[in-house]
Structures are given as C-alpha cells and as structure tokens.
C-alpha cells in the first residue's frame, strides 16, 4: 500500500472521529491523549501524557486494569468493556472502552490503544491525532517505501538530499534506478528476506545518485504490512533505526485504531477508487475489503444521488471538510439504508489534497425514532390523518399562500350525526372502524394539495387551497367538494365487528354529517377565528336539521 497515502489518511482520521482515543504503554503510562479525552475526562493532553491512566480509575475498579493487561499482552482485544472512569473534577462518569494491542511488529505488543465512548448520550467517535508524515519529514535520514516489485511508494525530504531525485522524480519509478552494476543480486537477496516477514538490520551497501556518484549507505529494511499475514512492500531507512521503529509503532497503534472504530473508515482517491476499507465498513455494506479495495466508490451510490459525490469533490478540493452530511447509501444485497458521514481531505507531503478520508455511521435507527416522534407529534394515530398541530401550520401556510397569489381558500369543519348511537351499541372497536373509515372517504374527495385532518372525537376539518381570485367562484368551487364530502359520508357503512369469542359479524351503519364552510384569505383573521368561524357554521347546519351544508356567511 502506498506508504505517504497511508501517512496521509492516518493524519485526517483523527480530525473526522468524535470519539476518546488514548494509547498507553505497558506499564500503564499515558503515551496519547486526543481533545475528546480531553472533552470526556477533563484533563489536557498536557496534564496526561507521561502520566499513569489509573488517574481515571476510581475506587473500586483498581482490579480492572490488571485483568485487561494480561488479555492485552496475549494479543488479545477487549470490545466494548463497559465500567466507570473518573473525570478531573472527580465525577464518575460510565463509558464503553474498545481496547487493542499495538505492535511492533505481528510478535511484539508494546501498549494498548482504547477508544472510549460516553454511554450517556450520543455516541460519537474520534480518532488520535496521527503524526506519521510529520516524523518521516522531521527525519534527517531517507525514508523510502516500495513494493515488492520494486516501485517506489513514498520518498522523505531526506531521500532527495541523499540521492538527488525528488519525490515526484521518483515515486512510480522502479528502485533499481539506485542499484550501481554489480549490486543487483542483493535486491533479491533482500527481497526473499522480506517476504519471509524477516527485517534487515545495518546492512551497508553501495548506492547510486542521481548524477551517478556513488554513495556508501546503511540501510535497515522493515516488510510492510497491510494485515498481520499480509506483507505488500518494504520500507527503506538509512543510517538511524529509531525513527523507523516510531513508525512502525504508529502504523500499528493507527491499524489497531481504525479496526477498534464501530464506525465504518473509508479513504479513496480523488478519482473516486477505494484504498482503504476497514471491518465496521464490511459490516455495514456488505463488501469485503478484498471486494471494495482498488473498485468506485460508486458502487455504494443509489440512483438519484450521483451529484452528491461531484459536489462533494468540489468541496474536497477547495480543501474544505464536510461533517455529519446525511445522504442515502447502498449496500451490496441492494438495500438502501441512512448513513451520516464526515469527509475529510487526505493531503501528500507537499499539502495537495489527493483522496478523502470517509467516516461513515449508520443512522436507521435513528431516523426511525425521528420519523415516529414526528408521527406521534403531527398525526393521529387512529386515523393517520394530519393532529390539530399540524393542522394549524398548514392553516398558516395556506394563509400565506394566499396572499403570495390572491386565490382564496376555505375551511371545512364537519360532524358526524350518528356517531354516538355506534359506540353506545357495539362499543369503542365499532367506532373507531367507522372513523378510519370517514378518513378514508374524505380524503378520496379532495384533491392533493388540500389536507384533511381529525380535529378530534368524531370532528375533521378539510383546507381547501388555490381556490379562484374570484370570491364567489371560490365560494362555488367549495361548495361542490363540500357537497362531494356529504354524499360520500351519507353512504352506508359496513363495519366487520368482532365480538368477544365470536367470528367477525358485518354491521350496516348509517351516518351522516353537518359541514360548515369558511371563505378566508390572508386578511380574514387568525388561525384561531377561521377554525372558530367554520364551527359556527357546522352548528348552523346541525341545527337546520343534520346532513346539511352551511356557510358562514352570506356572499356580499
């Protein structure tokens, strides 16, 4: 894998997560400390790092923390532990710990990596700040990366003093261009030595500069590894072997990190191919990373949502992060489900953005408990018609309509006649059929910008939008939905009622309605006086008889 992509990706993570992410060594010394331990714990990273983590035990868990050492040094990982923490304050506060081993290399652990997360609120996830660019740069020996047929990955700063070519000289191009005549069989040697896991120590060479000069080096070659078993190139360091070993370090504290994330951790290139492919984003999508690694990452992206990834990618490149951006995504079965994602710019040594980092968390679960929240807050729930709450917004709306265009609108508020008879014979079940199904009629009477809503008990009202400009056209045009409404109503109704211990028994009930109409616009008085209004006339018509239909007013 491509030793600056990684660097790259690996220095974004942690500003694109929101969750605590600390590493310690063995002894129990705080080695990193991201700002959301900050957040969650109270300490500064100042006040942390070098100090022992059992400044956050409190009494009584002091046990916790050997048990986890042993199964850490047994390589093994710890997944959502849940205990208490104490913060700076004192406060206990009660989380949920992921817990890795880092290692050196697949046979040494030299600490562990633990995110932690809240369990009294929403759940978040940050990443620890990564620093692996800054090392390579900061090192006064040539960093080199290649695969194991031989092509440059990644070139340091310290490369183009040692042998003259610069990164973009050099990166792609074949590391035999060093080799001097008469070297060329250690490249094989090497080669087998690193495909066997094994890394070579001070081994001093001949190499060749740009300008032809020879150069003696001392080299210390490492296999990298993008699983434990799975060794994709070699990285190259001259002279000084303690930086590598701060780099591999961190290659393994960031692997164990992006494998501990409950969320799924994505990186791709700017032309849209997936280079990195962690196990959360397996699960969620259903692709392997065998299966989405080096493929586009459009095969995620459902019909309709293609302009997303190009106005994203505008973003990207005017360097700019895009957080908890809420889209529709598609997994490999086909089921489209809700993901909620921050984008984050992965940057070359140079600072040019050349792929994003994808942090993505799947909100079904939540968009259905907004979704009933909001169904419990607007609609009925016998009926599934829009509550009074809503009905009084869509008023407002209406009213506002109205004086965009000059149509007037009418309410309808209309009773049932013979409702009470019902429910005094055959009990609360009878009614409620006969309810949803006066819904059902009324609706099928309107039209599909109009709303009809339950008011309440055996009571709905009907706005009827865009009628004329025309006062008493709009007055006519109400008068025939308002009639169409009646007869429907008027019709008989078949409940199917199930008695106690028996089969379903058809009920013939008859009802009918009183309907009063109000003519508004957006000068006609409040939200309050039009429902108040089309009452009145409800009880007019209710009085001239029942099955009956009423205005408010008379026409002027």
């Avoid at 997560?17 to 129990?28: C, H, P, R």
């Avoid at 000084?240 to 780099?247: A, N, R, S, V, W």
């Avoid at 009905?391 to 009213?399: C, F, H, P």
């Avoid at 609706?443 to 009628?467: K, M, P, Q, W, Y």
Wanted: glycine share 8%; with cysteine.
């Amino acid at each position: 894998m491509n030793q600056t992509l990684i660097e790259a990706h690996y220095a974004v993570i942690p500003e694109s997560s929101t969750d605590a992410i600390v590493s310690k060594t063995l002894d129990g010394l705080v080695s990193s400390w991201n700002s959301s331990a900050e957040r969650m714990f109270g300490y500064t990273a100042q006040e942390m790092i070098g100090k022992p983590l059992a400044l956050l035990i409190p009494p009584g868990h002091e046990e916790e923390e050997a048990r986890i050492l042993d199964k850490i040094c047994n390589g093994e990982r710890i997944e959502h532990f849940e205990t208490m923490r104490k913060k700076k304050n004192g406060e206990l506060v009660p989380v949920s710990v992921t817990i890795s081993p880092i290692r050196y290399d697949p046979r040494s652990i030299t600490g562990a990596s633990k995110i932690s997360r809240g369990i009294t609120g929403q759940k978040k996830l940050e990443v620890l700040q990564g620093q692996l660019s800054a090392i390579t740069e900061s090192s006064t020996d040539a960093i080199v990366s290649r695969t194991l047929d031989g092509i440059v990955t990644s070139w340091n700063l310290s490369a183009e003093r040692v042998f003259g070519y610069t990164a973009q000289e050099m990166i792609g191009k074949p590391i035999a261009l060093l080799v001097p005549p008469g070297h060329e069989g250690e490249e094989a040697q090497i080669l087998a030595k690193i495909r066997n896991g094994e890394c070579i120590e001070h081994f001093e060479t001949i190499r060749k500069r740009k300008n032809g000069e020879l150069v003696p080096v001392s080299v210390r070659i490492s296999p990298i590894r993008y699983a434990a078993e799975s060794i994709t190139g070699a990285s190259k360091i001259s002279r000084d072997i303690t930086d590598p070993k701060k780099l591999d370090a961190l290659q393994g504290q960031f692997a164990a990190i992006i494998e501990s994330s409950t969320d799924a951790i994505v990186s791709k290139t700017l032309d849209g191919i997936v280079t990195i492919w962690n196990s959360s984003a397996e699960t969620m999508f259903g692709y392997t990373a065998q299966e989405m690694i080096g493929k586009p990452m459009a095969l995620l992206i459902p019909p309709g949502h293609e302009v997303e990834e190009a106005q994203i990618l505008a973003k990207i490149r005017n360097g700019e992060r895009i957080e908890h951006f809420e889209t529709i995504r598609k997994k490999k079965n086909g089921e489209l489900f809700p993901i909620s994602v921050t984008i984050s710019p992965i940057r070359d040594d140079t600072g040019s953005i050349i792929g994003t980092s994808n942090i993505a968390r799947d909100i079904t679960e939540r968009k259905l408990k907004e979704m009933e929240s909001y169904q419990l807050a607007f609609y009925d729930v016998l009926t599934g018609l829009p509550n009074r709450r809503l009905l009084n917004d869509r008023l407002e709306q209406t009213k506002a309509s109205s004086k965009r265009t000059g149509h007037y609108a009418a309410l309808i508020f209309l009773d049932l006649d013979n409702f009470k008879p019902l429910n005094d014979t055959y009990g609360h079940d009878a009614g409620d059929l006969l309810l949803r199904e006066v819904a059902h009629r009324i609706s099928s009477c309107v039209r599909a910008v109009d709303t009809v809503a339950r008011f309440g008990g055996d009571e709905f009202v009907v706005i009827l939008r865009e009628l004329d400009v025309d006062k008493f056209e709009s007055a006519r045009l109400a008068g025939i939905i308002a009639e169409k409404i009646r007869f429907s109503l008027a019709e008989p109704y078949v409940l199917k009622i199930q008695f106690a211990g028996k089969v379903e028994t058809p009920v013939e009930h008859h009802c009918t309605s009183s309907i009063g109409v109000e003519l508004f616009n957006s000068h006609k008085g409040s939200v309050v006086d039009i429902i108040k209004r089309a009452d009145i006339a409800m009880y007019q018509a209710k009085g001239a008889g029942r099955n009956q239909i009423r205005f408010y007013e008379e026409l002027s």
